[in-house]
């Protein structure tokens, strides 16, 4: 960050700093509506964009951990991946 950058900031946060005020949220996003209908509302919307977001990761999860074990079961060289996705055991010549 430039020097002027840096000035900058520091004026933005000594105006905050001098005028608390401006830094406070509205009325209804501090709580005094917090019994209605709307704050209700929002609440289950984070609640859905959370459980969202974590059924996402654990997929992604998931996804690397089965590709692990398949990549832990062609190791050996035994195995082979058919185009449906199968993994088969090579025959073995017993003679």
């Known amino acids: 960050m430039k020097t002027g950058g840096k000035t900058l900031l520091a004026l933005a946060g000594l105006a905050v700093l001098g005028l608390p005020e401006a ?6 996003c501090f709580g ?3 019994d209605g209908a709307t704050a209700q509302g929002i609440s289950l919307a ?3 964009l959370i459980a969202l977001t974590g059924v996402v990761w654990g997929g992604l999860g998931m996804f690397f951990v089965n ?16 185009e449906t996705g199968d993994i088969l055991a090579l025959p073995h010549d017993e003679t």
């Open 23 to 28: 830094a406070l949220a509205c009325e209804k």
């Open 46 to 48: 984070m609640l859905a």
């Open 32 to 34: 005094a509506g917090a």
């Open 67 to 82: 590709i692990r074990k398949r990549a832990r079961l062609l190791e050996p060289g035994d195995l082979v991946v058919t």
